[in-house]
């Protein structure tokens, strides 16, 4: 079938070229819409118990997107009436911003802060700095005087050092562009900084924002890394097309790709470009492979170029299929967790790696059926190919000796034993404060932990009470089980704080107590409580107390500060609070977990903390079927796995050693890597069965096989190692850097184990798929024999 | 051939082996993660400490309650502190101890907490109180001749003259709030409260008199340093002192509008506490000193105890007043490194 169909392709190798030219125009065409974005939903697993609660409640209690900002002063505090117009100015300026949920805007200067202050008229809630500034020292002194003694304003929108000022802002999700909202926060800051104030600004909008904010550097890195891959294609391959090919097949099928997907409507999370690389080098694999064949074949048979074409697209379409079919059923295996990012990836990936059996299998050689050979001459010749030579005899004398193999496979058996170990350290979620995907020095990570070491925390989850009846939230019972869990919430080290009703009755009683701390806290009975709830919201507009209560006063929400979003963080702070509500039931009202960023992040990180294992498992069963299928025995699915694993663990070790965690920008790289280097295996055991078939000998047929695609594999590796470690050097972006480094890591465990680890396995266990009887459909007595006559009839035929 | 025959049983069995496995871990394989439990711990973020009492003069040993019934002790002087199990989730308004061993505390809801061995246990007392906000005690004091007071709501004034065992009320049933209690050298019992109210009781509770006070604003504590001279403290920053054993009280102005709620008398100086971490500091001769229990700690103290070597103060949260400055007590490392930047 395979013969027929080459045979058919090269004859109308015009048709094909002309068709796949229309196809990547009009796809390409599409691909110039491709939306480069990041979308939040992406992150969320939809179907989760917290995401559920996160999309019932956020309008209300607070979504993910929040940004917090902070005007902090190098002497002296706040109150200063230049200080606080700057406040103002912000908490103003915000309401302007796209997407901004006008309700959620919250500073000194908004009007949802109040201080409850009784009177000789009797009790007033009055908004501490709204509408208008203090205009005299006096009232300043008055307003500081307010600030320190309202519990919901100092510590929390005031620093207990006086010295910053807080202003928080929520986004509508379903709204939010973070392509604008970054540079109009820029700006409204550009605005008011001045000499010996500094603002700033956290928050995941912003985040995203930056991350947008360096795509023209993500851009120039890739121009660079395509730059030097071709450089070095050249140094290595030498000739014209071996520069070239590798670059159109993976070129082309990517925007095969990027043009589907567009019109899928999928957009492409900045994050992910580093990724596509990982992707492309298949393509470069797979056509220097072709190329390599195509030489082999026309110097050993001395065959005109169409020929060898022909012969290298039939000999190496099989491996080179199972190799894409493995790689594209491991990917797809990822799209089973729910989360559209990494689905979005999976499908990418496993879209991608198919386009490749077209765009590159058949693509590929019948570009090579039109050299020609004979003037075709070296642009460059490094000497580079003696090196190789050489270090592809010394693999062979290595593997092909009964000492040495052992040794090699003891070495990769320990390798895989304390790798897999390691690997087992690796963390779920960020591992360290800050975000992971900037450098910890970044003027944003830095900006993180100046806010958090001040503030109780930018990041927020909301935990809701869900009652039976209307007024629950006013019942003393409950709300002394609110606090009791905000105290025992507040005993984690990364929660900096908890805000709830209580915290607005409290400072009511006291109040009405003269201002007596002893009478801080709820009263007796409901009554009472709503009548300190009616004192605390008198005059103030519906939404002031939304972020705690409907207004029924049925289900409500304690809002918790986080100092940082660690997968450590949020897992414990899950965990207490379910162990709180499990031993501390209250008749009639319920906990539910949990919204706002953290409750998402929790999401995220039990979907992927409870997928990961089952994709890898699933990932390696697809690779077992798929290899135990191709050569119909089950013994080459078991041959194949241990290289898989060890690709893998190795990584993962190295991943838990730099301290990279599993999250959801880093998991696609994981799962799209897994596949990643089969195909070098298959290459190197085909032809070890190939030539083993015609001369009979294990060690010829080993050195034959590293000789030719085991030279290829070199050549790939070294490409795509050397050029994707740019992102280490180039990028500002340290997610990129260290997926730039994994993915180099990736290459050179799978080229090394292909190698020497399947030759050494190949030369002791003389597995059966490898040396057995040649079966029917396979034919590898018509090598070069043949001639172009011969199988233009066959083609036809 | 027989040996190919097993080498392929073998391949097939663990073929079969690791696919089995394969699938199990795929789909019956659900992780689990060693999540920390959370330890309550003896001093919280959110606790409010409304009382302190530090038995014998040496500081070593210190009881502190406040919320949710909470009552911690330190036997080192603050370095580490035992939460000690209560009976109740009233709020405690204060504690006072006879000695290392003895003590009560007293709180909402006519809470009275008695213990005779060191607080390892408490025990809570049946006491009648006045209808109608009567259950609200405020303040626990032990005097020196050994009598225990408790001061409270509607006019509440609480005695026992057998270490706690028995406790009957000493005042009549008033609509006022008894913030304070003091005995002076003399023996005659104090009570400050609501409305610049001040009585004095010459016969340990029998009988009451209400003297002339300066001030309409509420008196918040009340203390007497000897020889007939006495301060009392209360909201908006007032301060009266008398020289005349009490006959004669006098305003004195500050430059402070902050509450002041409790004041104690350390044998050489008054030391105020209030909100907005004020420190008032002064003598009987009249000099004041208006200060900061530490540099950008704006938080408030309801309870001042001295001790041979400084001050035990409680109210959002607990610490300590010494010559060498002030620390907060705190079972948190990364709150007490907050603390240590507000001090310097």
């Keep these: 079938m395979i013969k027929r169909l080459s045979g058919f392709l090269i004859q109308w190798r015009v048709a094909v070229v002309a068709l796949l030219a229309v196809v990547t125009v009009v796809l390409g065409y599409f691909a110039l819409g491709l939306e480069v974005k990041t979308t939040f939903s992406d992150l969320q697993p939809a179907n989760h118990p917290y995401v559920q609660i996160n999309e019932k409640y956020k309008t209300t209690f607070g979504g993910a997107n929040v940004v917090t900002l902070m005007v902090q002063v190098d002497k002296g505090d706040i109150f200063r009436r230049d200080i606080l117009e700057i406040v103002q100015r912000i908490t103003k300026d915000l309401q302007y911003i796209d997407a901004v949920n006008q309700f959620q805007i919250t500073s000194l200067a908004s009007k949802k802060i109040k201080n409850v202050q009784a009177s000789t008229e009797g009790i007033e809630s009055l908004p501490l700095m709204w509408p208008d500034l203090p205009s005299s020292d006096q009232e300043i002194e008055v307003l500081r005087e307010a600030a320190i003694s309202n519990p919901m304003v100092y510590g929390q929108y005031v620093s207990k050092d006086l010295s910053a000022a807080l202003i928080t802002v929520d986004f509508i999700d379903r709204l939010i562009d973070y392509d604008k909202v970054y540079p109009q926060i820029q700006e409204i800051i550009n605005e008011v900084e001045v000499d010996g104030v500094e603002v700033k600004v956290v928050g995941q909008p912003i985040l995203a924002g930056l991350i947008i904010n360096y795509l023209p550097e993500t851009l120039k890195i890739v121009g660079m890394i395509i730059g030097v891959i071709a450089l070095l294609l050249l140094v290595t391959e030498g000739t014209l097309r071996g520069m070239l090919l590798p670059l159109l097949s993976g070129g082309v099928t990517g925007v095969w790709v990027m043009g589907v997907i567009t019109l899928m409507g999928i957009n492409l999370d900045p994050l992910a470009i580093v990724i596509t690389f990982l992707i492309a080098a298949r393509a470069v694999s797979h056509t220097i492979q072709l190329n390599s064949a195509f030489d082999d074949e026309r110097r050993s048979g001395g065959l005109n170029s169409r020929d060898a074409a022909r012969l290298a697209l039939r000999k190496l379409f099989r491996p080179g299929l199972l190799g894409l079919a493995t790689d594209a059923g491991a990917m797809l295996v990822v799209a089973l967790t729910p989360i559209p990012l990494l689905q979005k990836a999976s499908l990418i990936g496993a879209m991608w790696v198919g386009a490749m059996v077209i765009g590159t299998l058949v693509m590929v050689p019948v570009a090579l059926s039109w050299v020609r050979a004979d003037s075709e001459h070296r642009l460059v010749d490094l000497r580079v190919n003696t090196a190789v030579s050489a270090f592809l005899r010394l693999c062979t004398r290595l593997t092909t000796n009964r000492a040495s193999a052992s040794a090699v496979l003891i070495v990769a058996v320990v390798l895989l034993a304390v790798s897999g170990f390691f690997a087992k350290d690796i963390t779920v979620g960020d591992a360290n404060p800050g975000s992971p995907i900037l450098w910890p020095d970044s003027e944003y990570n830095r900006s993180d932990a100046s806010i958090n070491s001040r503030f109780p925390g930018s990041d927020r989850m909301f935990v809701v009470i869900e009652g039976e009846e209307p007024d629950a939230l006013k019942r003393p019972e409950v709300l002394d089980n609110i606090m009791q869990y905000q105290q025992y919430m507040e005993n984690l080290e990364g929660v900096g704080g908890t805000q709830s009703l209580v915290d607005v009755i409290r400072p009511v009683n006291m109040v009405l107590h003269e201002g007596n701390p002893r009478f801080f806290k709820t009263g007796d009975n409901a009554l009472v409580n709503g009548e300190f709830l009616f004192f605390a919201l008198a005059g103030s507009d519906p939404g002031d107390i939304a972020r705690f209560s409907d207004i029924k006063y049925q289900n409500g929400a304690v809002q918790l500060s986080f100092r940082d979003h660690q997968g450590d963080t949020i897992r414990t702070a899950i965990q207490a609070s379910k162990d709180f509500a499990a031993a501390n039931p209250v008749d009639g009202v319920e906990y539910r977990l949990a919204g706002g960023l953290i409750g998402v992040l929790a999401a995220a990180n039990e979907v992927i903390f409870s997928g990961q294992i089952q994709s890898i498992a699933l990932a390696l069963l697809v690779l077992f079927f798929f290899c135990a299928l191709a050569y119909r025995s089950s013994q080459a699915g078991l041959f194949f796995l241990p290289l898989v694993v060890l690709s893998n663990t190795v990584t993962f070790s190295f991943m838990s050693w730099q301290g990279i965690s599993l999250n959801v920008n880093t998991l696609p790289v994981a799962a799209l890597g897994i596949g990643l280097g089969v195909d070098y295996a298959f290459y190197i055991t085909d032809r070890i069965r190939e030539s083993f078939h015609k001369d009979g000998d294990v060690r010829e047929a080993i050195a034959f096989a590293l000789s030719t695609a085991g030279r290829a594999v070199i050549v790939t590796a070294a490409t795509m190692i050397a050029s994707v470690v740019l992102w280490y050097f180039f990028s500002s972006l340290r997610f990129q850097a260290e997926m730039g480094l994994l993915i180099a890591l990736w290459m050179s465990v799978s080229a090394i184990s292909a190698l020497v680890v399947i030759p050494s396995m190949v030369y002791l266990l003389r597995p059966r798929f490898i040396f057995g009887a040649v079966r029917k459909g396979e034919d590898y007595s018509a090598d070069s024999a043949g001639t172009g006559a011969a199988y233009a009839v066959q083609g036809r035929a | ?344």
């Design chain 2, 1 to 344: 051939m027989n040996k190919n025959y097993v080498s392929y049983a073998l391949e097939v069995a663990l073929s079969l082996l690791i696919l089995g496995g394969l699938f199990w871990v795929a789909f019956f394989v659900k992780p689990s993660v060693d999540v920390p439990s959370v330890e309550a711990q003896a001093i919280e973020p959110r606790d409010n400490f409304f009382g302190v009492a530090s038995p014998g003069d040496s500081g070593r040993v210190v009881w502190a309650a406040g919320s949710f019934g909470k009552i911690v002790r330190s036997e080192d002087g603050g370095k580490t502190w035992q939460i000690q199990p209560t009976p109740v989730k009233s709020h405690l308004q204060d504690i006072a101890a006879w000695d290392a061993e003895t003590a009560f505390a007293a709180g909402d809801k006519g809470v009275l907490l008695m213990t005779r061995n060191g607080g390892d246990s408490w025990q809570l007392l049946e006491v009648d109180t006045f209808p109608m906000g009567g259950g609200q005690f405020l303040r626990a004091h032990v005097d020196a001749e050994g009598r225990g007071w408790v001061a409270g709501g509607m006019g509440t004034v609480l005695l026992s003259e057998d270490r706690g065992a028995t406790w009957q009320q000493a005042h009549p049933r008033k609509d006022v709030s008894w913030n304070d209690i003091a005995v002076d050298s003399s023996g005659a019992v104090w009570v400050v409260g609501e409305f610049g109210e001040i009585q004095r009781s010459p016969d340990g509770g029998d009988t009451w008199e209400s003297i002339p006070s300066p001030t309409a604003s509420s008196l918040m504590a009340i203390t007497f340093s000897g020889r007939g001279k006495g301060i009392a403290v209360g909201l908006s920053g007032t301060v009266i002192q008398t020289v005349d054993s009490g006959k004669h009280w006098t305003a004195v102005e500050l430059d402070t509008s902050a509450h002041l709620f409790d004041v104690s008398w350390s044998g050489a100086r008054y030391q105020a506490v209030g909100n907005g971490g004020v420190l008032v500091s002064g003598t009987d001769s009249g000099q004041w000193d208006i200060g900061s229990v530490a540099d950008g700690n704006y938080g408030w103290y309801t309870n001042i105890t001295a001790t041979d070597g400084g001050f035990y103060i409680a109210g959002r949260g607990i610490r300590f007043l010494g010559p060498q400055g002030s620390h907060a007590f705190t079972s948190r490392t990364d709150v007490a490194q907050v603390d240590k930047r507000e001090s310097e």
